[in-house]
Nanobody, 117 residues
């Protein structure tokens, strides 16, 4: 069973930055696609970004140009760099791993990101 642990969430002012991390147990991390989802209160879950095992990335239009997904397979760790944050980015962010382009096989516990002045 793969375990995912997110960290790096918190409170930030609009225009600020945060870097989320996702530490995975097991070397299977390096062969799976990693994703970041988010869910705000009263809203549907949204796929924010994905990165394949070979490093190909994809982003939701709402974050394109502001967020960057990356991974370090040697450390079994993934990242989501979030810049120019907006109040509408406020949500619980979840790290995921899976085989498909919308990876949902394994989920982390989530980390809260709040963008507010």
């Amino acid at each position: 069973q793969v375990q995912l642990v997110e960290s790096g969430g918190g409170l930030v002012q609009p225009g600020g930055s945060l870097r989320l991390s996702c530490a995975a147990s097991g070397s299977i991390f390096r062969i799976l696609t990693m994703g970041w989802y988010r869910q705000a209160p009263g809203k549907q879950r949204e796929l924010v970004a994905t990165i394949t095992s070979s490093g190909n990335t994809a982003y939701a239009d709402s974050v394109k140009g502001r967020f960057t997904i990356s991974r370090d397979n040697a450390k079994n760790t993934g990242y989501l760099q979030m810049n120019s944050l907006k109040p509408e980015d406020t949500a619980v962010y979840y790290c995921t791993l899976g085989w498909s382009t919308t990876p949902q096989t394994h989920w982390g516990q989530g980390t809260q990101v709040t963008v507010s002045s």
